[in-house]
Structures are given as C-alpha cells and as structure tokens.
C-alpha cells in the first residue's frame, strides 16, 4: 500500500512540474502580447478561407512559422523574418503546422499576391509549378458554357483548362484565394534602432 501511494504522488507531482513547464510558464509569458502595429485583423471572407483552409487539410503540408536564421534556411528560401508570438495574435486556432511537403505559406501574400495566379495555382498546381506533388482541387470551380454575370473566370495557362467551356471559382476559392493573399507578415516586429550620437541630429544639437 505504502508503494502504491508513493507511486500516485510521484505521478502527480510529475503531472505537476509538466504541467507548469509546458502550460503555466509559456501562458505567463505571452498571455499579454499585443498584435504588431501592422498586423490586421482577419476579414469575413478571410475568415471563411481560413476556414477552406483548415477544412481542406493545407496545415499539413504547409507551415505558416519562418525559423530563424540560426535554425534553418527559411531566410535564404525567400520566406521572411523568424515568426514572433504577436504576428498569432488573431489566430483561432494556431495554424503553425509541422510538416513542410510545400513551402511555409507565413508571407505567402508578399510573394505571391495576384489572385489568378492563386486561382489558377488551386485549380491546377502543375500548371504553374512543374511537377508539383500538391493535390488539385477542382471541386472549389465549376465548368460553365460561359460566364455569367458576376462570375470569377479562371486564367489558366493554355492547355490546362477545359477544351470548351470556362473554369469559374466557387466562393469558396475566392474566399480562401482572399485568405492567402492576406497572409503577409512583412511589417516590422523590432523597433528602429537608435540613431547614433554621430548622426544628423547630435550634429545640429551642437
């Protein structure tokens, strides 16, 4: 009996000390981060991509947190600055992801911001990129004699769209075309550094 009380306590206490490493401790430290100055709120119809986003399984494939230099390559590969806690701030739920079978997709907007290009990219990804393993999701279009009025026609490069007819994007492609496009974490997260003593104004202060 003795034995088996020790164990209980040892696994609470064990329970205990993770509990405060993993939880308590990281809540305390970014439970009052402010969003950056030049981060946004999502819009409506942000939000609704977001939510073709999660729907579709893209966190899998596709991260959204650049590492720092010291970490990896992210910086060379054209993906941005090391991600910060307050570029997450309008985020529910987290969509850091885990796996990179595509690109981190964290500035995404920045550098790919034409929404054909986008539209297209969904439709057909091997149009754009050769050999690409992403998955097609012509589900998100429908194919139409021709357009009507209000309709978003697809721009696919020749020989990738249907032999009669046009591709148009379903609100919802348009929706998450709109989610992508916003994702661009380009602003500055550091303040300006100091101006030196040397400089301009230490020069007309003396």
């Given at each position: 009996m003795e034995n088996e009380v020790k164990l209980a306590a040892g696994a609470m206490v064990s329970l205990a000390v993770a509990t405060a490493a993993l939880v308590v401790l990281p809540y305390m430290e970014v439970r009052d981060i402010t969003p950056p100055e030049g981060l946004k709120p999502y819009t409506s119809a942000q939000q609704r991509g977001r939510d073709v986003y999660i729907a579709n399984g893209c966190?899998?494939?596709?991260?959204?947190?650049?590492?720092?230099?010291?970490?990896?390559?992210?910086?060379?590969r054209g993906w941005g600055r090391a991600s910060v806690p307050g570029d997450y701030v309008y985020d529910k739920p987290h969509l850091l992801g885990s796996m990179r079978t595509g690109p981190d997709l964290f500035n995404i907007g920045a550098r790919q911001p034409s929404k054909d290009w986008h539209l297209g990219h969904l439709y057909q990804p091997r149009a754009y990129v050769p050999g690409s393993i992403m998955p097609a999701y012509p589900y998100l279009f429908e194919t139409k004699a021709a357009a009507e009025p209000g309709d978003e026609v697809v721009k696919l490069p020749p020989g990738h769209g249907p032999s009669q007819g046009v591709v148009v994007a379903r609100p919802e492609a348009l929706d998450l075309v709109k989610y992508l496009q916003g994702l661009d974490h380009t602003y500055p997260v550091l303040p300006a550094p100091p101006r030196s003593a040397t400089g301009p104004a230490a020069g007309s202060a003396s």
């Open positions: 966190v899998y494939c596709h991260t959204q947190q650049p590492r720092d230099r010291n970490l990896g390559p992210d910086h060379e």
